[in-house]
């Protein structure tokens, strides 16, 4: 093959359509429709992953269908904004409440102790609730926990973990706060069953 001189045009490339831009050498060639069709499924497919995964956690709660007296479950959140709540054992570890009542609509519960949960109908926190639940601390006489003070954060912990602030010892059939320590955050619930549970500073307790 003859070199052209220096400076004139290199021949024409009979297999390039006239008007053609020749690509520079080493960038990357053009998509064809194919790769592009392809590119756009796998988005599609990516961004279904991704719906399902933000509602995994509203899946779980209703997939464990509505509480009933005597059913446990957990908070992840507990505000005047949202709630969401999750169903599980009670003898399951992450098992923070025992709903003790459930009540229709707007409800009190019988006793200030209780952590009052109001269920609506939808998704939005709208309009009147159709449920209010009753739920009092699942914990058993031994146990330890963090975060004694938030509704929705509180968990039991072993008693060993730096970060337990309290151990549990539960007073069965009673209802007096006089059973706990002077230093003891009292929880008294009307039941059924009765109880009361001292929740036991952080120290030797512990």
Do not use: W
Request: net charge negative; glycine share 12%; hydrophobic share 35%.
């Amino acid at each position: 093959m003859t070199t052209p001189p220096f400076g004139a045009p290199p021949a024409a490339n009979p297999f390039q359509p006239p008007g053609a831009v020749p690509p520079r050498p080493g960038a990357p060639r053009p998509l064809s429709s194919t790769a592009k069709v392809l590119i756009a499924a796998g988005i599609v497919v990516a961004l279904g992953v991704g719906v399902l995964a933000a509602f995994g956690v509203g899946a779980i709660a209703r997939s464990s269908g509505t509480p009933v007296a005597g059913s446990c479950l957990y908070l992840s959140e507990a505000s005047a904004s949202t709630q969401s709540y999750h169903g599980v054992g009670c003898s399951e570890q992450r098992a923070t409440y025992r709903v003790d009542d459930v009540e229709g609509g707007t409800s009190s519960c019988h006793g200030g102790d209780y952590v009052r949960f109001q269920l609506f109908r939808g998704a939005s926190r709208t309009g009147t609730p159709s449920q209010t639940l009753c739920l009092a601390l699942n914990v058993s006489s031994g146990e330890c926990l963090r975060d004694v003070d938030d509704d929705a954060e509180i968990s039991k912990v072993t008693c060993s973990d730096p970060d337990a602030e309290a151990r549990a010892v539960v007073h069965q059939g009673q209802s007096d706060e006089d059973s706990c320590g002077a230093d003891d955050e009292v929880r008294v619930y009307s039941g059924p069953p009765e109880r009361t549970v001292c929740l036991q500073p952080a120290g030797e307790n512990i």
